[in-house]
């Protein structure tokens, strides 16, 4: 049984969101280091089929959905050519790094962006199948993630009003040489 059904856990989650103030609570997971602005991860109750429920939210900028996926498609190409390449995703700790790969990768990256090949638009993912609750992967194109923009995609996400933007976006880095 999923806990994140259960009347017992949404009290919880309740009680803690009282306590906060807030309408969410964010989760502590130890490979979120992100200060940046540009992810969140946090648990608010909702409903699914006129029942509550909890919703595990990894909400994402735009902006950093685009880099994430410039990336993807970089590494793709960098594969090809380098069959040592080893994704970041994939890669140990005693990793050797190959600087014509990482160089390549770059340069990729640099000409994707600069042809706009790579464009996104906002999303919304809900995995039913998830270990707790509901999980829920949404990216905006906003800024930053503030406290009050998560409080605006609850509300609007819970009454029924949350729209995603449909236009499709492309974006450009900072990619100069800091030489």
Known sequence: MNKGFEEEEIKKLKAECEEEGQS???????DDLDDSGEFVHFQFVGKKDGKEVIYDTLLY?????????????????????HKDYVPFEERTENYKVNEDAEELLEEFMEEMEEEETVKVAEFLETDEDFDFGIG????????????????????????????????????????????
């Not at 735009?62 to 994430?68: D, G, K, P, Q, V």
């Not at 819970?158 to 995603?164: E, M, Q, R, T, Y």
């Open 24 to 30: 969410y609570i964010f989760v502590e997971d130890e």
């Open 61 to 81: 900028t735009l902006h950093m959905h685009y880099n994430s996926i410039l990336y993807e498609e970089a590494e793709k190409k960098v594969l090809k050519i």
């Open 136 to 179: 829920l992967e949404v990216a905006l194109n906003i800024e930053e993630i503030t406290p009050e923009v998560i409080a605006t995609f609850i509300d609007e996400f819970n009454s029924g009003k949350f729209k995603l933007d449909k236009t499709m976006y492309s974006f450009k880095n900072d990619l100069e040489d800091e030489d």
